[in-house]
DNA sequence: GTCAATGGTGACAGCGCTGTCATCTTGGCG
DNA sequence: CGCCAAGATGACAGCGCTGTCACCATTGAC
């Protein structure tokens, strides 16, 4: 429309015929305005087509209007398998959207020394409102103290020990890995084989727990030779296949702690002629897009990330401002997805 | 370490002796300034830890440092696969690191109808120093002239026209797919069936015009029949793929324009007993995640996306400030990614 | 009818930086 | 040794907005 110079709160003003104050309350929600000096800022407003530059804003007000995802950069060998970090996206985008904000993406490599003065330095340059950490970077106390030792506001991806300080959304992992454990043995398996994520990981860590329980619940016993020690990647899940169903007395059923380590025993049993689920039934978690896309389609557990991610945005924005530091945690109970992978156990 | 109040230009000012205006000289690089006078500054903010404000420089210079990178938000029913957008993140990201740029992601709904608008109010809002435009969003006039109207510079990432005055920045798509057709042929196969994308996609249109090429270059007739329209979608793929394998000849090798649908196809061929690569040939193109995590994994075409978002993301920068529109186009080639699921045709 | 309490509004000083322009140095050269 | 151009530096005015505080206009209580 008109290349000519973005209208400015002065614009605003003059043509309302208000002071420029007046306009910032309109455009801020302030209270304190008659409805009838509102109507006619709007109308300005509209007319003129005007937005607030953030920037002016960030500096007059020290808000910054934006908050930072933070999330470990997938290492193409490492979890390519995007799902994951897009649906966090997509949650913290949604509610910034509805209240306005921008969000400013932030990949880190956990394993670079200096992540945590990278993010702190981030902070210093940005001023963000708030910081979104996801795991497995909200688990890692250096960039998680590095944070909060500049005051920023933080919520963890992960679970959180109630007593810090901090604010933190979860999943019920440990529950809804027990379920999916009593769900394959209430298709008939025995021998159910668990491959285990990595150590930092700790949401995946509650997993192995939840494994336990769901065994116990089931009168199964838990037997440490069932268990392979994976790391989260499609080739160790590929390894722990190849060492579980090399055994003489195999299991029926393979839970794996995510989706890329089950989409490896999938491949292995695929090319040791093993059918999925005829004789072998596997599950995964996370319910990341290689899930749906393999054959047979992966059960696995859907942990609802975006909204996780929503309610942690939403939780910066409205305490942004608020003197307190964030503190609290909420739980998102995941879901058992039943897809293909998944069947009675063999005879 | 410090709670306290952040340094600012002047703290480094009157710790180095001299003027806030030389410090912003060295900070931003300017000529002038002699050796000694930038050491003493230098030494200064390293001492102070002193980061300039972003907002403060932004609304000081009308240069906000930062870039924005579009993409049609991916709905959960079309392409949940994120390896695309995950990959051009971090190309841009990477760019930007080194820029010392800030990356704005912003996905957008193609399918709403003032998505032009939201881009506008964004760019007036923040002013982006840049947008890159990813495909398809790149292929919509409406969302590419609204942005040019402002004046913005613009890089898009899916072939361009070379009349218009724009920057974009591509892949040879149809000679890459000419020449997996012709891989293909050499294995052997007569009837190479082809599984098209959107309409909307022209990249992906131009996959078509490759596969007729490389049938031509092979001395192979070009069928309608061997063709099904796609939407990218796996389900589409799903959908090919039982039209194409339950013809009376069916084809021995099927090629689909991108890996969605290539995975369908392979999910297809599992349920149907048809052995991949044993008795049909599956390629696809993007190499997003999935195609290495499905058994048999994917034959493909591997884009170098991350560069072409890098190299986007270093245009925008380096151009940034100059006064003439941005205009040119760059091509980036893409590769043959031979894995298991392409093989010998079948006598 | 007077006086507080409250609601509504504006003047003005920055937020931390960069652009402009004036001023002061320096070094090269006749 | 003096002069001038180029190099080096600083003073200062904003960029567009919000926070503070002062002020005026109502209102209701007495």
Redesign the interface.
Known sequence: ?N?SR?ATIDDVARMAGVSIKTVSRVTNREPNVRESTREKVEAAIAKL?Y??????R??ASLR?HFIVLVYD??SPYEN????Y??RL??GA?RACGTANY????H?GRARKRDLAAELQ?LI????PEGMILAAPLSNMPSIVDAIA???TPLVQLSPGKDSANRYSVSTNDREISAEMTRYLASLGHQRIAFIAGHRSHKAVGNRLLGYQDGLRDSGLNFSERLVFAGDNS?ASGEAGADKLLNRKRRPTAIFAAND?MA?GV??VA??MGIEVPGQLSVAGCDDI??A??????LTTIRQPLAAMAERAALVLIEESGASSPLRGSEIFPASLKIRESTGPAPE
């Open positions: 429309m290349t973005k087509n937005r607030p530059n953030i920037s002016a960030s500096l910054s950069d997938p390519p398998s995007g799902g970090i897009l996206q997509q985008l921008e969000l400013l993406i990949p330095s210093e340059r940005a001023r030792s500049t005051g499609l890329d989409a999938i491949r695929a090319r897009s290689v749906s896309h393999i054959f047979p389609s």
